[in-house]
């Protein structure tokens, strides 16, 4: 039986788990934090992760465990609505898409998958990865060495076990932008749509709905590349009040509650690797290809380069070709992903009251049913760049 060990326990990490056993690997799953992460804010699951997460038998439990968001509405520092965007009809329309939920969620949908049948080690990690040609020999934070036929590194943007497995750093580009997630006590105020704030010195607040009776807050401000990411969670809370000071609109109370919240504080960037595998190594997710959450594609992404990535391994027997041709199936989607619309994300996140007024004039006209027509027929859903393969393993299924 190979034998495969996958850095990281949040969606790309489980997904290929689950296709890994149902094919007859056997898999470890190893996660740097002590317990799942249940942080982060709806996800969209789009077009061809959708159909993944359909073949995975998920589909129904990720519509059961939606949020239910109505839509989006832009809102002014007194909570005047400016536009709404109701949810999409589709899977691709609108601002909020038809499959959407907690990212906390689908990951523990994922992890539940397999849970009882294959190895989770939790907080620990991959210090040392030496690949002789024939097995992978890896040292960790905490556990003993251990030694394994592949190593999958699906541990995220900020992923150290890349660098190991891949002898080398990739391009991680920042857009401008950090974004704080946090969840906050829900309040009267909130109701099933999503608020969207502009405040001037280019800094967006959002607030939207769950299903556990909460809300799920973001604070982004727009800045060049300062390394807060790498700060510890005390010095990104001092950021955060210092850059929303005297910001008005729900941003106190948003500020109120970072203390005691579990904050998901990252510096909007894209990762562009040029390669995703060495020898008996490869990288897949966010690690590989993070798209951003600009682009709402990451969940998706995920789904699809796990699904991709086991049906190859599984039915090429040669992970050298098998890497290959998850890499040479996947690219063209994750550059279309990873094309984020001109101006982005600054024009959504203005500095000056001018440009927030410019800003609200636009979302204003777009929001009018005849614009919505007009630009769905004119924009009807591009092709996505992926026709899924279907896999016939070599090992049967199991249920
Ligand atoms: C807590 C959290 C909240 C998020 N919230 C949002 C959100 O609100 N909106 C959005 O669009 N995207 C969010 N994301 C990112 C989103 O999950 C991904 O863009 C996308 O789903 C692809 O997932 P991934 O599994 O490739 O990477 P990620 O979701 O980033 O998961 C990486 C996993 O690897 C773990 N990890 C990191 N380093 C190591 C290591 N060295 N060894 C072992 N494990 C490690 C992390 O703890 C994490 O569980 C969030 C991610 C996390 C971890």
Redesign the pocket.
């Given at each position: 039986m190979t034998a495969v060990l996958i850095?990281?326990?949040?969606?790309?990490?489980p997904a290929l788990a689950s296709w890994l056993h149902r094919y007859g690997f056997e898999v470890t799953v190893?996660?740097?934090?002590t317990e799942l992460?249940s942080?982060?804010?709806?996800?969209d699951v789009r077009g061809a992760g959708r159909e993944v997460a359909r073949r995975m038998g998920l589909e129904h439990a990720i519509r059961a465990a939606t949020t239910g968001e109505a839509g989006v509405r832009f809102v002014d520092a007194d909570d005047h609505i400016i536009a709404s965007f109701a949810a999409g009809s589709s899977d691709s329309d609108g601002p909020t898409a038809e499959l959407e939920i907690l990212?906390?969620d689908l990951?523990r949908l994922l992890v539940e998958q397999t849970s009882s049948e294959i190895e989770y080690v939790f907080g620990d990690?991959?210090t040392g990865v030496d690949d002789d040609g024939t097995r992978v020999e890896v040292t960790f934070a905490h556990g003993g060495p251990r030694s394994f036929d592949l190593v999958v590194a699906?541990?995220?943007?900020?992923?150290?076990?890349r660098a190991l497995v891949l002898g080398g750093e990739p391009v991680v580009k920042p857009l401008g932008m950090y974004t704080a997630?946090l969840t906050i006590p829900r309040t009267e105020a909130d109701t099933d749509w999503s608020r969207w704030f502009n405040a001037p010195g280019g800094r967006t607040s959002t607030l939207r709905p769950d299903n556990v009776d909460t809300t799920?807050a973001t604070l982004s401000f727009m800045s060049e590349p300062r390394g807060y990411e790498r700060w510890d969670s005390a010095g990104q809370r001092d950021v955060l009040r210092q850059r929303f000071a005297g910001v008005g609109w729900e941003v106190p109370r948003i500020l109120g509650a970072l203390d005691g919240a579990d904050v998901?504080f990252e510096a909007i960037s894209q990762v562009q690797a040029p390669r995703w595998s060495s020898g008996r190594t490869a990288v897949?997710?966010?690690?590989a290809y993070?798209a951003s959450?600009i682009s709402?594609m990451?969940?998706s992404?995920?789904l699809v380069g796990a699904y991709v990535l086991a049906g190859e391994l599984a039915t090429r027997n040669d992970h050298v070709r098998a890497f290959a041709a998850y890499e040479s199936i996947m690219r063209p989607y994750v550059e279309q992903a990873q094309q984020l619309p001109p101006g982005t994300p600054r024009l959504a996140n203005p500095r000056t009251r001018a440009g927030i007024a410019g800003f609200n004039t636009i979302v204003r006209i777009a929001s009018t049913k005849l614009v919505q027509r007009v630009a769905r027929t004119v924009s009807s859903p591009k092709a996505e760049r992926i026709e899924l393969p279907t896999y016939r393993p070599v090992t049967a299924l199991k249920a």
């Open positions: 850095s990281g326990a949040s969606i790309a990490g190893i996660e740097r934090a992460r942080g982060g804010q709806n996800v990212r906390g990951a990690h991959i699906a541990d995220g943007i900020r992923s150290s076990t997630y799920r998901y897949l997710g966010d690690a993070c959450p709402g990451g969940t992404l995920a």
